[in-house]
């Protein structure tokens, strides 16, 4: 919107946050702009993990013209202190007037106690300003809060008759230049990217973040029961990119293991389902490692136990157009399937958006009615994250029980 408003000063802020996407870590991105007598004279945003506030570097620089200020800020000012002191007590101690929010803390155990904290000194509070752009900006974060489990989006990209590589295993390229390089940017907004030991034996990735600009690289997590991992693969050449992680089951082989450690690599077991690894413990470990993003890149049995498993969050495919057939082309997603096309997995929130001639869907999945049983979305609430989580500013964690 042009005109000035709440709505527009609000999208100067959501501006501000969005720049930030993927450098906060399980921290979510915040923008703040304060606003004195029609004149813009603060403007902030969070941009690491245990430093300041949106909210502070913005009164920062509005100084002395902070008192009597509207403040806007696309998520709920602090109320506790953690790595950083509270943001609501800063609000109050520099006498602003008014704060506009654009949504509420999403812990529920410390949702809404910021804004309470402002009211009780007297200052106007707004909340609910474009509201959707705030929550989809911090999609990650709000279940990262709420369940201690990573948000996985799926990327995969194929034909347009869903191969994503020629019955000769050939796929480069699918797409075109436009859609692989957003899918760098994702990388880079992603804490970690996750595919399972075949895409890496078929493909040799290096699953870096490789922009024109420098960009911030992702743990590159390895599914990997047997620890087949070659040791000369790409990813675990010197300055390849991010980290790399290596899950496996327990017992595995402690020779392989041995050796991958030794190219850099780190291998961590984890429960496993018979001979595999566990999906669900494997995205519990990345939780208690605090990635609370995950870039799911894998291959047609990966991405289909992913979805089957019901761990999927969001999906982002590409679609190129071009038809290659093979009755044996590996496709996006192979899993067992559904008896019925009413029990299909369905997505909701579908958006289209060209890359030159390639088509993006984006979307999200929707899973039937599902109750809060193991191994069903919602159950991370309980089961999955015991105790409470905090919220803002780095000192997102969750206390468990022992």
């Known amino acids: 919107m042009d005109e000035l408003s709440d709505d527009h000063y609000m999208g100067l802020a959501l501006n501000l946050a969005r720049g930030t996407a993927g450098q906060t870590g399980i921290n979510p991105a915040v923008g703040c702009v304060v606003v004195k ?6 403007m902030g945003a ?14 920062n620089m509005a100084g002395g013209e902070a008192e009597g200020a509207t403040v806007y800020v696309t998520l709920e000012p602090c109320s506790h202190h953690g790595k ?13 007037a008014r704060v506009v929010v654009a949504a509420s803390d999403p812990n529920p155990a410390v949702a809404g106690r910021g804004l309470a904290r402002l009211r009780e000194q007297g200052i106007a509070v707004v909340t609910g300003v474009r509201e959707a752009e705030a929550l989809a900006l911090n999609e990650a974060f709000r279940k990262y809060i709420v369940t201690g489990m990573p948000f996985v989006t799926l990327k995969t990209a194929s034909t347009l008759d869903g191969r994503v590589a020629s019955r000769t295993g050939d796929s480069r390229w699918i797409t075109n230049p436009q859609s692989r390089e957003f899918v760098h940017v ?7 990217v996750l595919t399972g030991i075949g895409t890496v034996l078929a493909d040799d990735p290096e699953f870096s973040t490789r922009l024109s600009v420098p960009a911030l690289q992702p743990v590159r997590v390895i599914v990997d ?9 790409r990813l675990l050449r010197p300055g390849s990119g991010g980290p790399v992680l290596v899950l496996t089951r327990e017992g595995a082989d402690p020779e392989r293991a041995r050796r991958l450690v030794e190219r850099g690599a780190e291998v961590v077991p984890v429960e496993g389902a018979g001979a595999r690894v566990s999906l669900r413990a494997a995205l519990r470990e990345l939780g208690r490692r605090e990635i ?33 057939g093979g009755a044996n082309a ?10 019925r096309m009413a029990d299909a997995i369905r997505f909701t929130n579908m958006k289209a958006e060209p890359f030159g001639e390639d088509l993006c869907l984006t979307g999200y999945p929707i899973y039937g009615n599902l109750s809060m049983e193991e ?3 919602g159950a991370e609430t309980g089961a999955e994250a015991t105790g409470t989580m905090t919220s803002r500013g780095g000192e997102a964690h969750v206390h468990r029980d022992h």
């Open 225 to 233: 029961s047997e620890l087949r991992l070659p040791s000369d693969a």
């Open 375 to 377: 191994g069903k979305p």
């Open 186 to 192: 994702l990388r880079h907004r992603n804490q970690a």
């Open 84 to 96: 950083t002191p509270p943001c609501a007590d800063r609000l109050v101690a520099e006498r602003v």
């Open 330 to 339: 590996p496709v996006s997603f192979a899993f067992e399937g559904f008896d």
């Open 292 to 324: 609370g993003s995950v870039l799911l890149e894998g291959g047609g049995r990966l991405n289909g136990a992913m979805l089957a498993e019901q761990l999927v969050d969001k999906l982002v495919l590409f679609f190129a157009p071009k038809i290659i």
């Open 37 to 42: 007598d029609g004149r813009i004279v603060g």
């Open 46 to 59: 969070h941009l690491k993990r245990g430093t300041a506030h949106a909210e502070v570097h913005a009164l």
